[in-house]
């Protein structure tokens, strides 16, 4: 069974590859600090010195950091650096911003107010290329919207200041977009009233950040599900956006075309041209087949139904060729939905196999095609209630929750199918989450 489970089984877990901020709902409570010891309890200390003492503790709500306190290397000298989020107990429509660096012991940085009630996300990035990240903080304001500030960490005089630039979003990145080895802020903005959606490009020309490029996102999109950053083909690092619209699912997919000098949203959905992406279950992009590459969910739904079953919809799983501006095949899937778990077709069933799904949702069967209709059962998979004595002649792959998931080969001849290839292809995983 793939390690992949376990990931996808933790929603707390950190985004794939580089992740993007405001992404999903977090825990938005606020919390007073723990009893710690050692390290932690250090940080704490020095936090009730410089902040109101009872301070409570602010917990970013998206991406991948989302501690309170958070430790990272921010000058590579392997030494962590820590920047704390909290608030004076009379003070909870603020968040203190807290930056400390460790020098046989903890010494404060900085200390910033930031005038908005709640902690949106922390990221990191090395923007000016001075082997320094500077940290970006996003902060949600009453009104829903968020606000993104810049402090910037000096590693000879151990100072933080804040930078000069400030942005709203609806949701950001970091990566190399440019291909410049240095790092670039991709913001994303949902549409509204006041502007249109849009993503800006955010880069550094040597003395403060600007906006090198700016493009238009689909006006229809009113919630980033996911945002991924990472390779989307050779060469190219670019921004995969999965998004909620009315009830469905759609990607856009962003990255820098160099030759153009102009940031690019594709597929771009107009009333003239549907994203080919759309879909009706929450299925992410990521990389599915640990490549390196982010590749993109397309389904296909059945159309064919019985009294007893109907087929059940293929994830084609695609990348994205900057090229041609077209999606390549990577790989199938299929999957129940109902259950949470897929199966990745293997190379020979692609195209020659079909599957259907019994009308109680449980079993999932995998058919020869026979002149473009399912026909015999080769292998089905069922799932049965944990604790449940007698499988019958399924085997069991994997207890989770309260299901049992388990298989039967009813054709191992036909293509070649075992119980390694089954175990090897088969993965857990939230699809209807």
């Known amino acids: ?54 301070y409570i503790l602010k917990y970013p709500k998206t991406g991948a950091y989302r501690s309170a ?14 920047i704390a989020f909290c608030s004076a107990p009379n003070s909870e429509l603020s968040v203190e911003v807290v930056v400390m660096y460790d020098d046989n012991g903890w010494k404060i940085s900085g200390s910033f107010k930031a005038d908005f009630p709640d902690v949106d996300c922390v990221q990191f990035a090395d923007y000016d290329k001075d082997g320094t990240a500077e940290i970006l903080a996003g902060f949600v304001t009453e009104g829903g919207q968020n606000e993104l500030r810049i402090f910037d960490y000096d590693s000879s005089t151990h100072k933080t200041g804040r930078v000069e630039y400030e942005a ?15 790092r670039e802020i991709m913001l994303m903005k949902l549409g509204s009233v006041e502007s249109e959606a849009a993503a800006v490009l955010v880069d550094y020309d040597g003395s403060k950040l600007y ?40 990607t856009q997919v962003l990255y820098y075309n160099a030759e153009k000098g102009a940031l690019t949203n594709f597929p771009f959905t107009t009333s003239k041209k549907t994203n080919p992406t759309t879909r009706s279950f929450a299925i992410n992009s990521e990389d599915i ?8 969910p397309v389904i296909n739904s059945g159309n064919i139904s019985s009294e007893s079953e109907e087929v059940a919809p293929v994830i084609t799983w695609n990348r994205l060729s900057t090229k041609t501006n077209r999606l390549g095949f990577e790989l199938q899937c299929v999957g129940n939905y109902d259950f949470g778990y897929y199966f990745t077709l293997p190379e020979s069933f692609v195209g020659t196999t079909a599957a259907t799904v019994s009308k109680d949702r449980r079993t999932l069967s995998i ?9 015999d059962v080769i292998l089905s998979f069922r799932v049965f209630d944990l604790g449940t004595g007698d499988t019958g002649d399924y085997t069991t792959i994997e207890s989770y929750n309260q299901y049992t998931y388990t298989y039967k080969i009813h054709n191992a001849d036909y293509l070649y199918i075992d119980e390694g290839i089954i175990k090897e292809n088969f993965a857990l995983n939230n699809l209807n989450a």
């Open 367 to 375: 058919r020869a095609l026979e002149n473009g209709v399912p026909g």
């Open 69 to 82: 306190i958070v430790t990272y290397d921010l000058n590579g000298d392997d030494r962590d650096e820590a």
């Open 1 to 54: 069974m793939k390690l992949r489970q376990a990931a996808a089984l933790l929603p707390l877990a950190g985004l794939v590859l580089l992740g993007g901020c405001s992404t999903g709902l977090g825990d938005t409570s606020l919390l007073h600090p723990p009893k710690t010891t050692g390290r932690e309890a250090e940080i704490q200390s020095l936090l009730s010195e410089t902040v109101d003492r009872g």
């Open 211 to 250: 906006a090198l490029s700016t493009c238009r996102m689909d006006p229809s999109v009113t919630k980033f599900e996911k945002i991924n950053s990472g390779l989307i083909s050779e060469d190219t690092t670019g921004v995969v956006i999965d998004g909620l619209v009315d009830g469905v699912y759609n």
């Open 168 to 182: 709203s979003y609806s949701g950001f990145t970091v990566g190399d977009y440019d291909r410049d080895d240095g």
């Open 289 to 296: 087949n640990d490549d390196g590459f982010l590749e993109i």
